[in-house]
């Protein structure tokens, strides 16, 4: 997949080196000018393919790159929890998708945000949960819109498309709530590595979902929304005819499980771990830094794939990546610096006592979590702080 090429950060090396030099480690920088390119990339790809996107804000769950991607033209939000819907329906935003499965005791939050004008979708994939949530509407008087999630790829939860409860959820919605649509997330896409099988995903995605729909509809069922998403699909789907909306989010910032999978490259990677060469173990061949797994989470989701980057690519403090080096090893606090091939070398030379790194992360998701608030990178190396939602 040809993907187009971002410009190295070094062009602005003296104010980011001044900037980066003095922010305390670890910190989750933002780069940006690739994080715009990456929501200019999704969003011109859906307008090209004639569909919605509605991010998922979960990678971020950030109100200033959320409202960047809304800027391009992104429609709608979905999110993955609750606590999300409350902050970001607080900052204005009233059309939300909560895309994770209705658990009885989150009804009254759920009823709390829609009475308040919040546009909130929920989600069943089971005939007892669109039961609970019918009655629960009845009782209260609230008609929640409900979409049903379908299983197109046995990654997760969800229905088969051509499972006859399929129907049997749709009438029971009938009563008490309203069925607004159907919806599926090809997670397995992300265990991929070629664009064949990828486009063969995203053509599985898609002809499940709207089997699932046209079913319903032919029962006599109003399913207005037809909703899939990957950032790999989305980005390697050859065409979404029928479907009326994307929704994808990692691709905002991407990760080195993304780079793995082939839709971006290691420049591409808008959030990176800035880090400080603490200590060194020469005879071992390591640099020892202030990055550890509560920086880069234990996520190691490229352990078992194409290439393992341990728990992070090493990058200079410029962005540009440093190829043979990886995170190889973490503990809580510290990170070690080694060379890919294992082969012990020129760390104290190459990276001296205090020296500022860029660690890329595995997972985006992951990483971000680890921290109450991004460092957003401009170009000429100015840095804002952007907050970070937490907690559930």
């Known amino acids: 997949m040809t993907t187009t090429p971002v410009a190295p950060l070094h062009k602005h090396r003296l104010p980011m080196q001044?900037?980066?030099?003095?922010?305390?480690?670890?910190?989750?920088l933002i780069d940006v000018p690739r994080m715009h390119h990456n929501i200019a990339r999704m969003q011109e790809r859906m307008n090209r393919l004639g569909v919605r996107l509605r991010p998922h804000v979960k990678t971020t769950k950030c109100l200033e790159v959320v409202r960047a991607q809304q800027a391009a033209g992104g429609r709608g939000i979905t999110v993955s929890t609750l606590k999300e819907a409350?902050?970001?329906?607080?900052?204005?935003?009233?059309?939300?998708?909560?895309?994770?499965?209705?658990?009885?005791h989150r009804l009254p939050h759920a009823l709390d945000l829609r009475r308040q004008g919040c546009n909130l979708k929920i989600i069943t994939d089971s005939v007892v949960s669109?039961?609970?949530?019918?009655?629960?509407?009845?009782?209260?008087?609230?008609?929640?819109?409900?979409?049903?999630?379908?299983?197109?790829?046995?990654?997760?939860?969800?229905?088969?498309?051509?499972?006859?409860?399929?129907?049997?959820?749709?009438?029971?919605?009938?009563?008490?709530?309203?069925?607004?649509?159907?919806?599926?997330?090809?997670?397995?896409?992300?265990?991929?590595?070629?664009?064949?099988?990828?486009?063969?995903?995203?053509?599985?995605?898609?002809?499940?979902?709207?089997?699932?729909?046209?079913?319903?509809?032919?029962?006599?069922?109003?399913?207005?929304?037809?909703?899939?998403?990957?950032?790999?699909?989305?980005l390697m789907a050859e065409h979404l005819a029928g479907v009326t909306e994307v929704r994808a989010g990692v691709y905002v910032f991407f990760d080195l499980v993304m780079c793995n999978v082939g839709v971006c490259t290691e420049d591409q990677v808008a959030l990176s771990v800035l880090t400080t060469v603490i200590g060194h173990q020469e005879e071992k061949g390591w640099a020892?830094?202030?990055?550890?797994?509560?920086?880069?989470?234990?996520?190691?989701?490229?352990?078992?794939?194409?290439?393992?980057?341990?728990?992070?690519?090493?990058?200079?403090?410029?962005?540009?990546?440093?190829?043979?080096?990886v995170l190889s090893?973490?503990?809580?606090?510290?990170?070690?610096?080694?060379?890919?091939?294992?082969?012990?070398?020129?760390?104290?030379?190459?990276?001296?006592?205090?020296?500022?790194?860029?660690i890329l992360p595995n997972h985006a998701c992951?990483?971000?979590?680890q921290f109450p608030s991004y460092q957003a990178l401009s170009p000429d190396g100015e840095l804002q702080a952007w907050g970070r939602f937490h907690g559930w």
């Not at 204005?92 to 998708?97: R, V």
């Not at 809580?332 to 790194?357: A, C, M, W, Y």
Request: glycine letters at 12%.
């Open 288 to 325: 020892i830094v202030d990055a550890g797994w509560m920086a880069m989470s234990r996520d190691r989701g490229t352990a078992d794939r194409g290439r393992d980057f341990g728990y992070g690519q090493v990058c200079n403090i410029h962005g540009v990546v440093l190829p043979e080096f």
């Open 18 to 28: 001044s900037s980066l030099a003095i922010l305390d480690t670890p910190a989750a």
């Open 130 to 234: 669109a039961e609970t949530i019918a009655a629960f509407g009845r009782e209260n008087k609230e008609t929640f819109e409900v979409w049903i999630e379908v299983d197109t790829d046995g990654h997760r939860s969800g229905i088969k498309p051509d499972d006859e409860a399929l129907l049997d959820i749709g009438r029971v919605l009938q009563d008490g709530a309203a069925l607004g649509g159907v919806m599926t997330h090809a997670g397995s896409s992300y265990e991929l590595d070629n664009p064949a099988a990828l486009r063969a995903l995203a053509e599985r995605e898609r002809v499940g979902c709207l089997l699932a729909a046209e079913r319903l509809r032919a029962a006599g069922m109003p399913c207005p929304v037809v909703s899939v998403g990957s950032t790999p699909t989305a």
């Open 86 to 104: 409350d902050q970001f329906f607080a900052a204005g935003e009233t059309d939300i998708l909560y895309a994770v499965g209705m658990a009885a």
């Open 329 to 358: 090893s973490a503990n809580q606090e510290h990170g070690i610096v080694s060379r890919r091939s294992g082969v012990g070398g020129d760390v104290t030379t190459r990276f001296p006592l205090g020296t500022r790194l860029r």
């Open 366 to 369: 992951a990483t971000g979590a």
